[in-house]
Each structure stands twice: as C-alpha cells, then as structure tokens.
C-alpha cells in the first residue's frame, strides 16, 4: 500500500536530515523529538502495511535488564559475536547494511531527487560519511549491560518545564542549565550499546546511519513515550506549543549556539527529505510537515496512537509514572510493568514492550506484547475493540514477526 518503505528508506532519509548543509535537521535541537516522532510514526505506518497484525512498533524500555534482551531471542549480542564485531546472533543476526549506495535510488515525498551532500561512507557503503568499515551487515562493539535509571526516567517525564527544557533533560541530563539527571536517555544506548572500536563506531553509535541497527527503533519508540507523558503532564502548555521557540532557537552539543532554519515551530521538518501529511497517514495531502504540525497532531490528545503505560497511569490518577525526587531517589525504582508468578509471564520481559495502542474515533484498542515476545506469532487481543476504557488487554507477538516484517520492508 501507500505507507509501504524499504528500510534502507529511512536509514537514509535520517543520514540526509543530520547532515543538511544548514544544520541536523534533526539532533540536537529543540526538532529532535518532533522529527524522531515522525520518523517513528512512518516507520510503523511501513511495518503495518506488510503484517498489520503486529498493531504496533515495540518500545525498548531501557530502566529494565531483566531478563537481558540482548540474547538469541531478541536484539543479539553486544558486542557482536562475529569475527569483526558482527552481531551474527538474535532476531536480527546479520541485518544487512547497503554497499554500492547511490542516492539517485531515492526520492523525496514529491517524487523528486533528493538534494543532499550525501553521496555515501568512504567505502561507498550506507554508513556515516567518515565511516571506513566494509563489512556488509551491522556492527556492535559495546555492552549488553547498558541500563538507564528508571527514577531518571521519571524524572524527565514529569519535569514541569517548557519544550527544549525536557529535550534538554532526555539529552543531556540537565534543564535550564541546572543538573537534574545523570545519563542522557537518548544518547546513553548510542554510545554504550554501538561502542567503538578504535576510531571506528557500531552502525548504532555512527549518529549518521544509527538506523542500520534495527535496535535504533525500539529505542526511540522508548524516548518517544517519556515524551507523550511529559506532554501529558504539561497540558496546560499546550495551546503555547510547550514553548517550542518561534524563533532565535539554539542547538545543543556540537550545535551549542546555533540558529539555522529547521529548529523552529514552523520551520518545516527536514524539508530535503520531509514528512509529506500523506507519509504520516494524516491525510492524501503531500503538504510537508512542519514541527508545528507534528506537535499538534502526534499528542497524547490527537495522536493515532498512545502507549500502554500511559493508558494504566491514567487509570490510577498517575501514581505509578512519578518520580522521585532528593535523596530518597537513590534507593527508588519503578518498574514499568509487573509478572505474576504462574500467569504464563515468568521468563517474559517488558523490557520490550507495546510501543502504541490504536485509537478509532472513541474506540481504544489497546495491547500488550510485553506478556510473550519468544513466541511464534500473534494473538489478537479479546474484546479489546469494543472497549473505551483503556484497559490493557493482554496479546502476543514474537519479536522474530517484527523481524520479519522488517525484513520485508528491506527487500
């Protein structure tokens, strides 16, 4: 159908965003979590439209390392087990990376050829620019142990703030220039999980091309849920966009102090390669989107989709997405999920998770895959699209089914 992209598409759709002569169109800027939600949106339109019984993108909740997903069963290992890092193991052992790579094979949302400096690795391959590696399917030269704090974790969701003071909090750990987390939620995974090998990054530590590794969206599903609670949290800011500044915008890291076109509220996203209202299943219009247009329309009010924890957090008025502040914060945790022993769940994790939930007009249809990822297909959740409660329903899907849609999306 329509929402139908190969996934080399977006791998270089986010290398031609990040390296826009005017600026990343896409890191390290108030327009991170705008265009990474877009992003995310169409890549799920794409993997429902090759198995649209998966219903949802899984999240990686990465506050939780038990059991690891980072065995046969789900990611794979890290570093990778072949013989130059390759990651040879897991539901997407030797995930193929696209050599030859010439950009005239794609075109943007009009139809037309991209205009991009992007013409490839110095080894001609799909990898960031400066990248030197040959080796044909996805490298990890990091760590399996990588967690994230969940109290952290809350601490962002929740922060009373304006729009770039939480990017500042996922990115950085700070807000308004005061410290008030430890790790970088966003970029913390990049680094520690994709590694380094001498000078040479795994394909998810290289910023570029960090989509190679199919981990890169169960993670940013994951940054994309603090996001839609903090917006939930935030409300009252909406009518003012959250903030989201209209002008003089100022980049963080590397473009710390930097104002160029694409950062503001209505600066379209991307626009080499942008969100056409049609990519996003919005509408039939292939007018492109702009950062104002997402942050309407892709929120815990308006969204196409919403997340299982946010439906249970509203259920109990909150309680159990707060965060815990002071020092009483060291000895916290919060779990995002919970397992009763003899339920069938024992040796399941929620550590991938059910990343959205379909909402039809006043229909909420909500499910779980956190119950069984390991098993070998999908099971359709009872009566859940007849209830407006927003009560979770249990459901099942293998992660090897993602797998496998992806992998059609490859081809």
Known sequence: GASFRTYDYFVVKHLVAMVDLRGDQAHFGPMFMTWHSAFILEFENALLSVDPEILAMPYWDTTLTEPSVFTDQYFGSAPGTGPNGEVIDGAFNDWPIESNFNLADYTNAAGEAISSPYTGSTTGMLRGADATRTETTV????????????????????????????????????????????????????????????????????????????????????????????????????????????????????????????QHLTDTMGDAFGFSAQDLEFSDSTDLQTNADILCKVAPTTAVYTYDFIVACLDDGGAGCQATWGEAANATTTPAAETTPGDGSESTTAAVASSSTTVTSTTVSTTSVADDIAGGGTESPSENATTSSGTSAAGEMATSLVGLAVLVLFH
């Open 139 to 262: 490298l990890r030269f990091g760590t399996s142990t990588y967690a994230y704090d969940p109290n952290d974790f809350w601490k962002c969701a929740n922060l009373d703030a304006f729009w770039y003071d939480w990017y500042e909090c996922v990115e950085q750990g700070t807000a308004g220039g005061m410290g008030i987390v430890s790790g970088s939620l966003h970029s913390g995974p990049h680094g520690q999980v994709g590694g380094k090998s001498g000078d040479d990054s795994g394909d998810f530590e290289d910023v570029a091309s960090s989509p190679n590794d199919p981990i890169f969206f169960f993670h940013h599903a994951d940054v994309d849920r603090n996001a839609f609670w903090w917006m939930q949290v935030n409300a009252d800011k909406r009518s003012t966009f959250y903030g989201y500044p209209t002008e003089a915008a100022s980049g963080v890291g590397p473009y710390a102090g930097m104002n160029y076109y694409g």
